[in-house]
């Protein structure tokens, strides 16, 4: 079905895989196009609950972004590749109402550090780096990078990263709070799973509700705590608030709906 991605639904956990291990998996025209079309898969089809999204082969993520695209660009045409991209892919990815995890495994640069930063949260291997080394390039990050990276780590750090280019690897992401997880890379996919099928036993509206919700913090137009509460009372009327508070009281699981 796509050129540059591997995907696969396994009860419910849908498994994104950019390909393009020969290119270190970096984002040209048509993975960002295919990005695009696979993030409104999970919008669209009901039987995906989670998604997870990584690189092909143990060595990238995502390792930035195709550089030969670049050599045409004007002013207009830059604005208009970092647009299209944070249409498609960045901003859909973030305001998803079904979680979207990142498992970093390797070199996470880029576009590929923002990619992975749209994403709900992130685990990474041991071996991943993480960087936004545009300014390299005369550039700065156009796919959301500076905004997310101070939303995550700080301004301070984000700004060093930012104004340097330097790397950072995976334990100094953690301490940063970049990454949830790190662990062997092996055991990279089977944690992110794992995570994602835990969240698939809650309540799939609460879940978008905290997705939502939590969003609102960076969000200038909304006031979070009015959307909590908002959120909070709406969610009383739902048939999976009725079971939750059914099964705590006669002490057995739920069995959500999603309704």
Do not use: W
Request: a neutral charge; aromatic letters at 6%.
């Amino acid at each position: 079905m796509y050129q540059t991605l591997l995907t696969r639904n396994e009860a419910g956990i849908f498994y994104i895989t950019v390909n393009r291990p020969e290119k270190l998996n970096a984002l040209n025209k048509i993975v960002i196009s295919e990005l695009g079309a696979a993030i409104e898969e999970i919008y669209t089809n009901p039987n995906i609950k989670v998604a997870i999204i990584t690189g092909a082969g143990e060595k990238a993520f995502v390792a930035g972004a195709d550089i030969s695209e670049f050599q045409q660009l004007d002013a207009t045409g830059g604005r208009q590749l970092a647009a299209k991209g944070q249409e498609l892919v960045f901003d859909k990815i973030e305001r998803c109402p079904k979680p979207v995890i990142a498992a970093v495994n390797g070199f996470a640069l880029g576009g590929g550090c923002e990619l992975a930063m749209a994403c709900h949260f992130r685990l990474a291997g041991s071996n991943a780096k993480f960087g936004q080394p545009e300014v390299n390039l005369g550039l700065i990050p156009g796919y959301g990078g500076t905004q997310r990276l101070v939303q995550l780590i700080g301004k301070g750090r984000a700004l060093e990263l930012l104004m340097t280019g330097a790397m950072i690897d995976a334990d100094t992401a953690l301490r940063y709070g970049l990454i949830n997880h790190m662990l062997p890379l092996t055991e990279l996919l089977p944690k992110t799973t794992e995570i994602a099928k835990l969240i698939m036993t809650k309540a799939p509206l609460a879940i978008t509700g905290c997705i939502h919700t939590a969003n609102a913090v960076y969000d200038q137009t909304q006031n979070g705590f009015e959307l909590e509460i908002a959120t909070f009372g709406t969610l009383f009327e739902t048939e999976d608030a009725k079971e939750g508070a059914r099964a705590f009281l006669e002490k057995r699981k739920p069995a959500f709906q999603g309704k």
